[in-house]
């Protein structure tokens, strides 16, 4: 029908909600591949770059993908698949198994079970730290988030670094700590192994500060 979206357009848009929850993780880390795949404009890169909250910045560069066309879609979607996305953001493996495709291939998007936001995905993985309790924590974590990011959750200080120019709140940036290790650690980021890590010595929190990793539902 004429006028009507190309099919990568339509599929991007279907996933759009889900891929700002996935990707805000690590904003920058999307934005520079996209970069790199000649996916964005020149004013349309700096536009974008110079958003200072993650989702934010994550909408705004799917939205331009988006304006610029099919081809432009479909090399995001591509890139999605690839694997340095797909290591860092295991919860984009959806696009992978099959479940998903461009509505002109017969293969159905994903349904109501399938789309599941990134951090209900994590809520029913039995001992995945919970957004919830990140957030409790991050509460009780000072000045003191920085050392506590590279010596026990082992973040590179420039990452440490981007977050603290993105985020204007203590609170944001100890909580997008916490969000980018969870991401890194995959199916390891349990509330135990977190706990395990904020517990050293060297952290100097009270052990009461991180009791909201050993509690359950």
Same mark, same amino acid.
């Given at each position: 029908?004429?006028? %009507?979206?190309?099919?990568? @357009?339509?599929?991007?848009?279907?996933?759009?909600?889900?891929?700002?929850?996935?990707?805000?993780?690590?904003?920058?880390?999307?934005?520079?591949?996209?970069?790199?795949?000649?996916?964005?404009?020149?004013?349309?890169?700096?536009?974008?770059?110079? /958003?200072?909250?993650? /989702?934010?910045?994550?909408?705004?560069?799917?939205?331009?993908?988006?304006?610029?066309?099919? %081809?432009?879609?479909?090399?995001?979607? &591509?890139?999605?698949?690839?694997?340095?996305?797909? %290591?860092?953001?295991?919860?984009?493996?959806?696009?992978?198994?099959?479940? @998903?495709?461009?509505?002109?291939?017969?293969? /159905?998007?994903?349904?109501?079970?399938?789309?599941?936001?990134?951090?209900?995905?994590?809520?029913?993985?039995?001992?995945?730290?919970?957004?919830?309790?990140?957030? &409790?924590?991050?509460?009780?974590?000072?000045?003191?988030?920085?050392?506590?990011?590279?010596?026990?959750?082992?973040?590179?200080?420039?990452?440490?670094?981007?977050? %603290?120019?993105?985020?204007?709140?203590?609170?944001?940036?100890?909580?997008?700590?916490?969000?980018?290790?969870?991401? /890194?650690?995959?199916?390891?980021?349990?509330?135990?192994?977190?706990?395990?890590?904020?517990?050293?010595?060297?952290?100097?929190?009270?052990? &009461?500060?991180?009791?909201?990793?050993?509690?359950?539902?």
């Amino acid at each position: 029908m004429a006028g %009507e979206p190309a099919a990568e @357009i339509q599929l991007l848009r279907s996933l759009k909600a889900r891929l700002i929850e996935i990707l805000s993780a690590d904003a920058d880390f999307v934005l520079q591949h996209a970069d790199s795949s000649s996916l964005l404009s020149n004013s349309g890169y700096q536009q974008v770059r110079a /958003r200072t909250v993650p /989702r934010e910045k994550v909408t705004d560069l799917l939205d331009h993908i988006i304006q610029r066309g099919p %081809e432009e879609a479909r090399g995001l979607l &591509e890139l999605l698949k690839g694997p340095a996305l797909q %290591e860092t953001f295991p919860m984009l493996r959806f696009l992978k198994d099959g479940k @998903i495709n461009t509505p002109s291939t017969g293969v /159905r998007l994903p349904n109501s079970e399938d789309t599941v936001p990134s951090k209900q995905i994590c809520e029913k993985s039995p001992g995945l730290v919970k957004e919830r309790q990140l957030m &409790e924590v991050a509460c009780a974590i000072g000045n003191s988030w920085k050392k506590i990011g590279i010596l026990a959750l082992e973040i590179p200080a420039l990452k440490l670094e981007q977050i %603290e120019i993105d985020q204007t709140q203590h609170i944001d940036r100890v909580f997008q700590m916490l969000l980018f290790w969870r991401t /890194r650690q995959k199916m390891n980021a349990t509330a135990a192994h977190l706990h395990r890590l904020l517990s050293q010595e060297h952290c100097g929190l009270p052990p &009461e500060s991180i009791t909201p990793l050993l509690e359950g539902d």
